[in-house]
């Protein structure tokens, strides 16, 4: 009798132990703006997100998506079989473990999670303040070509930041590409101990490689109905509007990569 009630207690200091291993220690809000069309910058895309992290761990993706994937969705709409949750604005979500990043990006109805390639940083001579931190510029290329540029601050040295944008010295404060089409900037600081977990799809494939990903995008791009169930996208006079979403699928950036 005592030796089970002292393993019940050593499991649940062990369970304890590792809750609070994955225990955030902060928060940062970031707003990004997309710019879908560079040729008219006036049309601007905006989302929110956020990153909660410690030393060794983080997860960054809308608050939204979060508690969607949780079952406990932000807001619900009215159908004619009751209320159901609202499909958050944005779904992909970047899991880090150490050095390992993983990113969940969607394609149609379904999340493609792979491991994302390491960046490779050069520091740059730019120097400016943001938002009282002290912080510098950095630069890469990114395995599909993309130059970005990212301002960090050693003032908070953990190798985090935005999406894909992590192993820095410091914690990245500012993002954005060389044609300024997408642009990521945090927008509060603060405390956190919320849970670190990587976000729960419903409809999830596992990529053995990022390449993998970005060729099944390119097929969706092709054919929005491959990854939707071969279901044919209709407007609401159900007239065939698949057409349409290829179009408009081929004009969206896809800087992020």
């Known amino acids: 009798m005592k030796k089970t009630l002292f393993g019940i207690i050593i499991c649940l200091y062990s369970i304890n132990l590792s809750a609070q291993d994955n225990k955030a220690i902060m928060e940062i809000n970031y707003e990004t703006k997309i710019i879908s069309d560079s040729l008219n ?3 601007v895309n905006i989302y929110s997100t956020a990153l909660v992290f410690n030393n060794t761990q983080s997860i960054y993706c809308s608050k939204e998506a979060k508690l969607y994937y949780k079952g406990t969705p932000a807001e619900t709409i009215s159908t004619s079989a009751g209320p159901i949750a609202k499909y958050p604005k944005t779904t992909e979500s970047i899991y880090r473990n150490n050095d390992v990043i993983t990113a ?3 394609v149609g109805k379904y999340a493609f999670t792979f491991e994302e390639p390491k960046l490779k940083w050069e520091i ?3 120097r400016k303040d943001i938002k009282g931190y002290k912080s510098q510029l950095a630069k890469t290329i990114t395995d599909t070509g993309q ?3 990212a301002w960090f601050t050693t ?4 190798p985090e930041g935005p999406f894909r944008f992590k192993g820095l010295s410091g914690l990245v404060l500012e993002v954005y590409n060389k044609s300024r089409t997408i642009e990521i900037y945090a927008t509060d600081i603060k405390k956190s101990d919320e849970l670190i977990e990587p976000l729960k ?3 999830e494939v596992k990529a053995k490689t990022k390449a993998q990903f970005l060729e099944a995008r390119k097929n969706f791009h092709e054919n929005p109905s491959m990854y939707n ?3 044919k996208v209709l407007d609401a006079n159900g007239n065939d509007r698949t057409k349409f979403m290829t179009d408009r699928l081929k004009a969206i950036n896809t800087f992020l990569d």
């Open 155 to 158: 003032d908070i040295s953990i």
């Open 229 to 231: 169930g071969n279901i």
């Open 147 to 149: 130059t970005f540029f």
């Open 41 to 43: 910058r006036d049309k």
């Open 124 to 126: 740059l001579n730019d």
């Open 201 to 203: 799809y419903y409809n």
């Open 104 to 106: 969940s990006l969607p």
